[in-house]
């Protein structure tokens, strides 16, 4: 007879088939059913996998999120979207500097590269509302860019000046290489003709922009010369209206000249006083005091003196005229006349001087004259290159995608937190 198997305790075991665990086992190994089992330690097969409510809503929302507006973008691209072309112009600012008389008979002219700065301003002058505003000027750029039947590439037909300007930016592309200077300007339209026009109509305007730089530089470069110009001619035109005065009050033209006469008058005067009072002396040695020809040579050199004396009387303080007192003597004459000549001297030597310094800044500043030189001309496109649809279509689906796939992972990243 079989003998019945007992627990632990040495209660009967209900299943004796059931193997034991041996005793090297654990609880806590005992505790965990092997892979596959229940509980129970029933082996029972995985259930299939099933389409879930939540799988239909992660096909709906890629079909709504992906597939619809994808499809619905790749229409507009290609049935409604005009096409657009593009005009190229390149240009380059130059600046012309002509060399010295030497160098020139020497045969050398250096033409340098492109100013720097003047590239600066010119790429924000194409890529500003002045140039929106001079261009508008010569065309109509709202008839030009209205499309009702494209709404998304085309201008507004009630677009203001700052809605011109922005889609303006997005039409004129402007590529600008600081290195070398280089500036490359890409123009799109609806017509091939349009796009030429409009990029004709830049590169005036940027031309004219050039040139106004040039003048204002040319400017600067003179105003101060042209400053002590005008000073100095200031100055002269007093210096001679001072010596025209001088010679409408002491009617005189030139005192120098004046006096070297007059001194010749006074030599003469004393040769004669020289002569009278020989003669008087011969007279007075074999004639009495009473004869009348003692008393004419008397009366002849006193005249005489009095002569030299109102002579040179006009070279003291005061003068006499016509006996008399003269308010200038020739003295302070010849001395006030003496300034002016120094002052007149001094204006025309400034004036020449500044004559010159001006010739000089003029003749730099015409040197140095800037000017836009062309590389590529207007071009007249044939075939539209725009909008680029692959490239576009490309873009849209992989942003499409990438919004649709974050948001699954927020969405399963939510739902596994609850």
């Known amino acids: 007879m079989e003998e019945i198997a007992k627990g632990p305790k040495g209660a009967a075991d209900p299943d004796p088939a059931r193997p034991r665990p041996g005793p090297a086992l654990g609880p806590a190994l005992r505790a965990v059913p092997p892979q596959g089992q229940t509980g129970e330690g029933v082996l029972r097969p995985a259930r299939p996998a099933r389409l879930r409510r939540r799988h239909l809503g992660l096909i709906a929302s890629f079909l709504l999120l992906v597939v619809l507006p994808f499809a619905v973008a790749a229409w507009y691209l290609y049935a409604v979207a005009l096409d657009q072309y593009a005009s190229h112009v390149g240009f380059t600012v130059r600046k012309e500097e002509s060399g010295s008389a030497v160098e020139l008979l020497g045969g050398i002219t ?8 003047d590239s600066d301003i010119l790429y924000e002058f194409i890529r500003s509302q002045n140039m929106v505003s001079a261009v508008a000027e010569k065309i109509d750029l709202k008839s030009v860019y209205t499309r009702e039947e494209d709404p998304v590439f085309s201008l507004p037909a009630d677009a203001r000046v700052e809605t011109l300007l922005r889609y303006w930016q997005r039409m004129v592309s402007v590529f600008y290489d600081r290195s070398s200077g280089l500036i ?3 123009v799109k339209a609806f017509s091939p003709e349009d796009a030429q026009k409009i990029a004709q109509l830049v590169f005036s305007e940027s031309s004219k922009m050039i040139n106004a730089l040039s003048d204002i530089a040319r400017e600067d470069a003179t105003r101060h010369a042209r400053e002590e110009l005008d000073h100095s001619l200031t100055r002269l035109k007093s210096a001679r209206a001072a010596i025209t005065a001088f010679r409408s009050r002491t009617r005189i033209v030139d005192p120098l000249a004046d006096i070297q006469g007059r001194m010749g008058l006074l030599n003469t005067l004393q040769a004669q006083l020289a002569a009278a009072l020989i003669e008087l ?18 009366r002849r050199v006193e005249v005489i003196e009095k002569r030299i004396a109102e002579e040179r009387a006009r070279f003291s303080a005061t003068g006499v005229q016509d006996g008399k007192v003269e308010d200038d003597g020739y003295s302070e004459l ?11 001297e001094f204006a025309e030597n400034s004036y020449l001087s500044a004559r010159s310094a001006y010739d000089a800044a003029v003749a730099e500043a015409q040197r140095k004259s800037r000017y836009l030189a062309a590389y590529i001309q207007p071009t007249l496109a044939e075939t539209p290159e725009y909008p680029q649809r692959p490239v576009l279509l490309a873009v849209i689906g992989a942003l499409l995608l990438t919004g649709w796939a974050i948001l699954g992972m927020v969405y399963y990243s939510l739902r596994d937190r609850r």
């Open 110 to 117: 250096q033409l340098t590269g492109s100013d720097t700065s």
């Open 184 to 186: 490359e300007i890409r």
């Open 281 to 298: 002396d011969m007279l007075q040695s074999n004639s009495r005091a009473e004869d009348p020809r003692v008393v004419q040579a008397q």
């Open 334 to 344: 010849v001395s006030d006349y003496e300034a002016l000549a120094v002052d007149l």
